[in-house]
């Protein structure tokens, strides 16, 4: 029976959740698993991924083969090294305790690389939030300018129907009072005769 590391897809539409499996190669890929050796979740940056590393070891020891993805997780957990320095220890190139001082090394240096990933990504996030509250307010100041100018825009319109208005009624008036002397003069004048 030939065994894989693989992945077990779980979660819904859009948003998958994997387990990580030691299973019978032909064996459905959602399908029976000899051990869950842990969880990848791929949605959030960094992702999440939890991994038991001696079972991933003992597995790998065993002749299980990693598929391309499974072996990428692996490689990133260290299940790979862990297993290279243990094939070292086995042939008598190191001692345990180097093995172990080594992988630990490994793990202190992968840990600050993960936590500079977090704190720039962190950044960003910052950087952009702050970038699109600028331009949130700046879209808000030209709307209230906007609508400062068509108030004033609205008023000055009143305004100037008001002084046309009050030229209109002030011409009306010029008007009556030009044909009252008219008539005036016409009745005078019909009277002079």
Same mark, same amino acid.
């Given at each position: 029976?030939?065994?894989?590391? %693989?992945?077990?897809?779980?979660?819904?539409?859009?948003?998958?959740?994997?387990?990580?499996? #030691?299973?019978?190669? %032909?064996?459905?890929?959602?399908?029976?698993?000899?051990?869950?050796?842990?969880?990848?979740?791929?949605?959030?940056?960094?992702? =999440?991924?939890?991994?038991?590393?001696?079972?991933?070891?003992?597995?790998?020891?065993?002749?299980?083969?990693?598929?391309?993805?499974?072996?990428?997780?692996?490689?990133?957990?260290?299940?790979?090294?862990?297993?290279?320095?243990?094939?070292?220890?086995?042939?008598?190139?190191?001692?345990?305790?180097? #093995?172990? #001082?080594?992988?630990?090394?490994?793990?202190?240096?992968?840990?600050?690389? =993960? +936590?500079?990933?977090?704190?720039?990504?962190?950044?960003?996030?910052?950087?952009?939030?702050?970038?699109?509250?600028? +331009?949130?307010?700046?879209?808000?100041?030209?709307?209230?300018?906007?609508?400062?100018?068509?108030?004033?825009? =609205?008023?000055?319109?009143?305004? #100037? +129907?008001?002084?046309? +208005?009050?030229?209109?009624?002030?011409?009306?008036?010029?008007?009556?009072?030009?044909?009252?002397?008219?008539?005036?003069?016409?009745?005078?004048?019909?009277?002079?005769?």
């Amino acid at each position: 029976m030939s065994v894989k590391i %693989r992945l077990q897809r779980h979660g819904k539409k859009g948003k998958p959740f994997y387990s990580i499996v #030691a299973a019978d190669a %032909r064996a459905k890929r959602d399908g029976k698993f000899l051990e869950k050796l842990g969880t990848y979740n791929p949605n959030v940056n960094p992702a =999440i991924i939890d991994l038991d590393v001696d079972g991933a070891v003992k597995w790998l020891q065993n002749g299980a083969q990693p598929t391309d993805t499974a072996k990428a997780i692996l490689s990133y957990k260290g299940a790979l090294l862990k297993n290279h320095l243990a094939g070292g220890v086995r042939k008598g190139a190191l001692t345990e305790e180097q #093995a172990e #001082a080594k992988f630990t090394a490994w793990l202190e240096e992968k840990a600050t690389r =993960i +936590a500079t990933k977090k704190d720039g990504l962190s950044k960003e996030q910052a950087e952009a939030k702050a970038k699109a509250l600028e +331009a949130e307010k700046a879209v808000n100041e030209a709307r209230v300018n906007a609508a400062k100018e068509a108030e004033e825009a =609205i008023l000055a319109e009143q305004k #100037a +129907a008001e002084d046309a +208005a009050a030229a209109e009624a002030a011409e009306a008036t010029t008007e009556e009072a030009v044909t009252e002397e008219t008539s005036e003069e016409a009745t005078e004048e019909k009277s002079a005769e």
